[in-house]
């Protein structure tokens, strides 16, 4: 039937053994990126949506307002908290 196959059963067993190991390896790997790609598509359904305004906060105790940026730019710093139309407007 499969000529190429070593004739004794000892390197059959072990092409075998191989073989498997190998299926083992890549399930696991099969498995471990449907597991992320889901929770990356999880992830991207669950988001929050982007505020509108955002506003940059200060340095130090009371952390006072710097700037107000829109939701998407780019430019605002790390230390900012989400605001509303109103809230922006009296800070400007």
């Known amino acids: 039937m499969f000529d190429d196959l070593p ?3 000892d390197r059959l ?3 075998r053994v191989w073989h498997a190991m190998w299926l083992q390896r890549i399930d696991a790997k099969i498995a471990a990126l ?6 990356e598509q999880c ?6 949506p982007q ?3 955002i506003v940059e906060l200060g340095i130090g105790d009371r952390r006072p307002p710097l700037h107000v940026h829109a939701g998407d ?3 605002a ?7 509303d139309r109103d809230e922006a407007r009296r800070l400007l």
Not at 43 to 48: F, K, M, V
Not at 77 to 83: A, D, E, I, S
């Open 7 to 9: 004739p004794d059963l």
């Open 13 to 15: 067993h072990t092409l």
């Open 34 to 39: 449907t597991k992320r790609q889901a929770e």
């Open 43 to 48: 992830g991207r359904r669950n988001r929050p």
């Open 51 to 53: 505020p509108e305004w």
């Open 73 to 75: 730019c780019y430019i």
């Open 77 to 83: 710093g790390k230390r900012r908290r989400p605001v």
